[in-house]
């Protein structure tokens, strides 16, 4: 999907949009209003009472894209770190469980490919608050199911932005890996190989949108050490780990976005005996 294409935008952040903007100089003030009145000799009119008018999203989002240029990583074929990442492509949504009596946010998961061919995740913390519209909505992801102690690891290195790591996962590469094992194991019940391809049966998924642009900051960005870690399942193939947050999601059409909340519900017997969340 282009910029040219008709869609919408899943998921934006006002306060990281405009924070980028700042810091790079990107200028928001948008094209002026003319409001037409009546000239005094009663023939013609005057200009006046200009305006400014709020630039749209797409139009924001295309001056950040401008101004960042090749810092925002697509390809993936350069060495971390990258500090701003782009694409296209599937982005799956959840929310993210921080322990008790923590603030829960949203969780997303890309996975890509650099040139080379080797595979990218990228796992991403925002605000249930920056989904437009509720199409993604908090009481549609029932909060059962595992969640990892790390995650006041993963607070932590959020609201440091990468700059902060004082837990048992103390190099870079434990630490994005337990970020990872969030995205795709979060909310299992039992063995987490039983909701490999089946994200909707996992407690704290959203749902997932299809041939989608999506904008992210990034905080962390690690190659794993080849032969240090031993994948099975969903983990398997994992290279190169990015943790950041998003900054924007934007779909073709809300044809393209799946709501795991109505896959539950047209949920079979045989599911709902085995998932307690769905009896």
Known sequence: MGKDHVGSYLYWSDRRVAAIASDNGVNFKGRYNWALKAAPQGVGAEVSNKERADLP????AGKIEKALGDQAVVAFGSPPRARFAKGVGQVHMARFTA??????????????ASVRGQQVDLVLFGSMDNFPGRVMRPEDAP?????????????????????ENTSQWDDP??????????????GSSGDHGEHDGQPWTRGYTLGHADDSEW???IYTDVVLTEDRWNFT??????????????????????ASVTRYADL???????????LPFLR
């Open 264 to 274: 539950r519900n047209r949920a079979t017997r045989a599911d709902r005996r085995r």
């Open 233 to 254: 399942g969903s983990m398997s193939g994992a290279q190169r780990i990015l943790v950041g947050a998003p900054v924007w999601v934007r779909t073709a059409s809300k």
């Open 215 to 217: 904008f992210a900051q």
């Open 143 to 163: 909060e059962t199911g595992w969640f990892s102690s790390a995650w006041y690891a993963i607070a932590q290195l959020l609201e440091s932005r990468g700059t």
């Open 99 to 112: 322990g008790p009596e923590r603030d829960r946010g949203a969780l997303f998961h890309i996975r890509t």
């Open 173 to 186: 590469e434990s630490l994005s890996v337990e970020a990872l094992k969030v995205a795709l194991y979060q």
């Open 57 to 60: 999203r797409l139009e924001m």
